[in-house]
């Protein structure tokens, strides 16, 4: 087990719903960053928390928000869903330049 | 931004033979350069990663070379075996920023 949780770990969503992803960092990693992954593809990098800071952000709108709380765990907000966002969502914790440990993601299907 | 292009994007090889994945990327800034292997449905997992100090790493049967100057690093595999199917994804990043991912290689060992 690598330390790293997400919960839930499918979800299915109408177009337009607003859904919520959690994510708990392995112990020691302040670090958290949250990637897409679409079907055949490689994670796309959708933005990174250092102690509850964002601190970098990819080319995602801005209904993808998220948050990071005292104890590293983090959440990722998707507003007005779109058929688009279906996806793996990644969350990986890492401890300041080391590699990054990935939990096993949510499968989002947006119908 | 960072760009990272890998090539091919599918591989098949014997049982046996030796596989080689060569990704390039762009931003002179990036110092650590990690390979990722995904099976199917599951989390990637970090297999090895080198950093802008080191030319080669080698770990077992994996290999990783890293030529700054030409900006591109490669991952071998030697003696491959069925269980080394799956999709390998490469990345670049500035220390403690994002990972930005290769599209992917599929790579298929042949019995």
């Known amino acids: 087990e690598t330390g790293v949780t997400q919960s839930p770990t499918h979800l299915i969503k109408t177009r337009g719903q607003q859904v919520t992803l959690r994510c708990s960092s392995q112990?020691?990693?302040?670090?958290v960053s949250w990637y897409q992954q679409a079907l055949g593809q490689g994670p796309q990098f959708i933005f990174q928390?250092?102690?509850?800071?964002?601190?970098g952000r990819g080319n995602f709108p801005p209904r993808f928000s998220g948050l990071q709380f005292p104890n590293y765990s983090s959440e990722l907000n998707v507003n007005a869903l779109e058929l688009d966002d279906s996806a793996l969502y990644l969350c990986?914790?890492?401890?300041?330049?080391?590699?990054?440990?990935f939990g096993s993601g949510t499968r989002l299907t947006v119908v | 931004g960072e760009n990272v292009e890998q090539h091919p994007s599918t591989l098949s090889v014997q049982e046996g033979d030796s596989a080689v994945i060569k990704c390039t990327y762009s931003d002179s800034a990036s110092n650590y350069f990690p390979w990722y292997k995904q099976e199917l449905g599951k989390r990637p997992q970090l297999i090895i990663d080198i950093r802008s100090n080191v030319g080669e790493k080698k770990d077992q049967r994996i290999a990783v070379t890293l030529n700054k100057t030409a900006k591109h690093f490669s991952l071998h595999i030697t003696e491959t075996q069925p269980e080394d199917s799956a999709v390998y994804f490469c990345a670049a990043a500035d220390y403690g920023q994002n990972f930005v991912f290769g599209p992917g290689t599929r790579l298929s060992v042949l019995p």
């Open positions: 990986a914790s890492s401890s300041g330049g080391s590699g990054y440990t």
């Open positions: 928390y250092y102690r509850e800071e964002e601190n």
């Open positions: 112990s020691g990693h302040n670090t």
